[in-house]
């Protein structure tokens, strides 16, 4: 069951659209996402003046200048959950940049990306020789745990080498704007 908070939350995010891939994944079971729809809640309830998440998104909908108003706060949120992102992976990355200079390995990093390697290999190894004896339903569960080693190996891939132009960009900007915030 959907706590009432993330239903209020991803029904603002519709008015809101920026904030949304905050609430993809685990919603339910992620104290992150929690926050975050709380947050989006107490924003609307603060702008519209009112004691309730319902009664806030009314409001919103009837009120065309609140709601741009609504959605400016919003892009804030947006952008400052964002610099959080990226302070969070580049203090992991000085972490392993300490390592290296203190002549220290991270076994633990090196110990999930073998581990995913050997995962994903396992999956499609198990594929490759079995499908046709295993029923579709095993087929379809190995898959998709084939799919979730992978996307561990890309996110590994992008932590260490950096990710698309397209991200960058977004961080170069994202930087920019810390810059300016920070000047001003």
């Not at 065309?64 to 990226?86: G, H, N, S, V």
């Not at 020789?129 to 745990?145: H, L, N, Q, R, W």
């Given at each position: 069951m959907v706590a009432p908070i993330l239903t209020a939350a991803m029904t603002l995010a519709e008015m809101a659209p920026m904030i949304a891939r905050w609430f993809s994944g685990d919603t339910e079971n992620s104290n992150t996402t929690q926050m975050i729809a709380g947050r989006v809640v107490d924003i609307a309830k603060k702008l519209t003046g009112t004691n309730t998440a319902a009664t806030a998104v009314?409001?919103?909908?009837?009120?065309?200048?609140?709601?741009?108003?609504?959605?400016?706060?919003?892009?804030?949120?947006?952008?400052?959950?964002?610099?959080?992102?990226?302070?969070d992976r580049m203090s992991a990355r000085r972490r392993d940049m300490a390592l290296v200079a203190a002549g220290k390995n991270n076994t633990r990093a090196d110990v999930m990306v073998v581990s995913a390697a050997f995962g994903l290999l396992s999956?499609?190894?198990?594929?490759?020789?079995?499908?046709?004896?295993?029923?579709?339903?095993?087929?379809?569960?190995?898959?998709?745990?084939?799919?979730i080693f992978g996307a561990c190996l890309k996110d590994a891939y992008a932590f260490e080498f950096g990710s698309s132009r397209g991200?960058?960009?977004?961080?170069?900007?994202?930087?920019?704007?810390?810059m300016e915030s920070n000047n001003h």
């Open positions: 009314e409001v919103l909908q009837r009120d065309p200048k609140l709601l741009i108003e609504f959605q400016r706060t919003i892009l804030k949120l947006d952008r400052d959950l964002e610099r959080a992102f990226l302070q999956c499609l190894i198990s594929l490759a020789f079995y499908k046709d004896a295993m029923p579709g339903e095993a087929v379809g569960i190995i898959s998709t745990i084939a799919g991200s960058k960009n977004k961080d170069l900007a994202v930087m920019m704007s810390a």
